[in-house]
């Protein structure tokens, strides 16, 4: 090879075998170059890669709906530590403050179905990924067991159901005193379900209802609010939103504090008093919402946000 590249050059001009004798170091520094640029675009999809996985925080544990729809003393998860006092019952059921209507009373599209078991309800909606997580209070009691959480979603349940003529219970999830979480509308804890929560916001979002009031003064049990975070984390990562951002959104029902098809921007864990006319989630659990949303972004991975525990106590 090196002697037919010398036979070559030898009958070129001077000036042409000048030009040919840089080729190679020309071909070197271009393979160098592109080399580099190939790194760097490695680096940079590992760059996002990393990224990618620290805005996603894990799923936390989430109590299936079968556990308070049958037996209301089913096994719970270990972090569910009930604290001894016990002040069983709740308010009429539905659990909502006076005024306040989670949703149109028809949400999900389907027919009015009071008393109709959960398998002969109309078929489950889902939407786009979760872009905003909406904040309630149950307006219930606060003095409860804990190990009497799946009885008292049962009566909220149906009060939604059978007063309000639901499909189902409005909530995506519920939260009780000592953190325990757990699956509220049917559809699937994974899958963006449009639930009966925020009337006119029901869209790519996700309804956490705590259970109990929590208006001015009433304390906030941490359990309570690290669960919040946490499952705000998980659901705001699965489409990448850090939760102290903003979300936009379009109301579907004037009867929300925008219009029908007026595009709103929400903080990405707001409160339901911010897309309706309520008091809900209550004073005291709406000024827990920024220290919130700082949790639940640093359990997302965000580098930046706050690392430090929320909730009263």
């Known amino acids: 090879m090196r002697a037919w590249w010398e036979t070559v050059a030898g009958r070129l ?18 393979t160098v170059a592109l080399g580099a640029v190939g790194v760097e675009q490695a680096a940079d999809r590992d760059g996002r890669r990393r990224a990618d996985a620290v805005r996603r925080a894990p799923r936390p544990a989430i109590v299936p709906r079968a556990r308070w729809l049958g037996d209301p003393r089913a096994s719970r998860p270990p972090s569910a530590r009930p604290p001894g006092a016990r002040a069983p019952g709740a308010r009429p059921p539905g659990g909502h403050p006076s005024g306040s209507h989670p949703s149109s ?21 889902y939407d ?19 190990a009497d959480a799946p009885r008292i979603i049962r009566g909220l349940a149906a009060g939604q159901t059978e007063a309000r003529l639901f499909d189902d219970i409005g909530y995506n999830f519920l939260v009780d005193r000592c953190g325990t979480i757990y699956e509220g509308r049917a559809g699937g804890v994974d899958r963006p379900v449009v639930g009966a929560h925020t009337q006119g916001f029901n869209h790519r979002t996700t309804g956490v209802a705590a259970i109990g009031t929590f208006t001015a003064g009433t304390p906030v049990p941490r359990p309570m609010t690290e669960a919040i975070a946490a499952l705000a984390a998980w659901k705001l990562g699965l489409a990448d939103v850090d939760p102290r951002r903003r979300s936009h959104l379009v109301s579907s029902n004037s009867g929300s504090r925008f219009p029908a098809g007026t595009r709103a921007e929400f903080d990405a864990v707001a409160g339901h008093t911010d897309g309706y006319t309520t008091t809900c ?8 919402l920024p220290a919130i949303r700082e949790r639940a972004a640093h359990l997302q991975g965000r580098t930046d946000a706050r690392a430090r525990a929320v909730g009263g106590r």
């Open 105 to 125: 009373g028809r949400p999900s599209g389907g027919r009015p179905s009071a008393g109709r078991p959960p398998s002969s309800r109309p078929p489950v909606r």
């Open 281 to 288: 989630p209550g004073a005291a659990l709406r000024a827990e």
């Open 128 to 146: 786009g990924p979760v872009l905003a997580v909406f904040v309630h209070h149950t307006d219930s009691p606060n003095g409860y067991d804990c």
């Open 13 to 30: 001009p001077r000036a042409g075998r000048v030009a040919l004798a840089g080729l190679p170091g020309l071909v070197a520094v271009v």
